[in-house]
Antibody, heavy 125, light 108 residues
Framework: EVQLVESGGGLVQPGGSLRLSCAAS????????MSWVRQAPGKGLEWVSI???????YYADSVKGRFSISRDISQNTLYLQMNSLRAEDTAVYYC???????????????????WGKGTTVTVSS | DIQMTQSPSSLSASVGDRVTITCRAS??????LNWYQQKPGKAPKVLIY???SLQSGVPSRFSGSGSGTDFTLTISSLQPEDFATYFC??????????FGQGTKLEIK
């Protein structure tokens, strides 16, 4: 069964750090684009970061320089290292597989087809 | 950056109604538009990708249309399980995968 399971969330003080994990089963993390998306309490979805199969990583402006996405091939796990945390980083963090679907014009559609259940991060003193 | 704006932000409808939700991009994104459904306390689920392609397993009462800057998600006959929040997302500007702010569909 294709599945993603996040862990590592919790309560952290402003300025602190946290590392989120996302364990995959049923598919290979390194063979797919993988992404983190967050949702602040009562708010909408915010894209946070993506890692390509090549290993190239990209970030939303709101987390650039503070967050780092990575993966462990042997563990088939995606990570999000979060440093210098702020109150506005409080959210449920989801990991997602980004599906690449070829079109007839040789371009690709990208969409998130597998999601974890999320892990909650609370930044507060 | 491409901004995605959904309308309305919320709407009330009854079982059996036909419902349309709109998503507008701040610039041309061709057909690189996805729709997701999210129920309270749950992860989002993809419904439509490429503006109009139905994801496997999604009921055919869901459909998507549009290209360029204006897109719609239509539910042809609302079912009780469709009451949820719906989000659009552009993938034209990948790696930036911007979401709309969401539309909450409530029971009238």
């Amino acid at each position: 069964e294709v599945q993603l399971v996040e862990s590592g969330g919790g309560l952290v003080q402003p300025g602190g750090s946290l590392r989120l994990s996302c364990a995959a089963s049923g598919f290979t993390v390194s063979s797919n684009y993988m992404s983190w998306v967050r949702q602040a309490p009562g708010k909408g979805l915010e894209w946070v970061s993506i890692i390509y199969t090549s290993g190239s990583a990209y970030y939303a402006d709101s987390v650039k320089g503070r967050f780092s996405i990575s993966r462990d091939i042997s563990q088939n796990t995606l990570y999000l290292q979060m440093n210098s945390l702020r109150a506005e980083d409080t959210a449920v963090y989801y990991c997602a597989r980004v599906r690449e679907m070829a079109t007839v014009q040789i371009y690709y559609y990208y969409y998130m087809d597998v999601w974890g259940k999320g892990t909650t991060v609370t930044v507060s003193s | 950056d491409i901004q995605m704006t959904q309308s309305p932000s919320s709407l009330s409808a009854s079982v059996g109604d036909r419902v349309t939700i709109t998503c507008r991009a701040s610039r041309n994104i061709s057909s690189y538009l996805n729709w997701y459904q999210q129920k309270p306390g749950k992860a989002p689920k993809v419904l439509i990708y490429g503006a109009s392609s139905l994801q496997s397993g999604v009921p055919s009462r869901f459909s998507g249309s549009g290209s360029g800057t204006d897109f719609t998600l239509t539910i042809s006959s609302l079912q009780p399980e469709d009451f949820a929040t719906y989000f659009c997302q552009q993938s034209y500007d990948i790696p930036m995968l911007t979401f709309g702010q969401g539309t909450k569909l409530e029971i009238k």
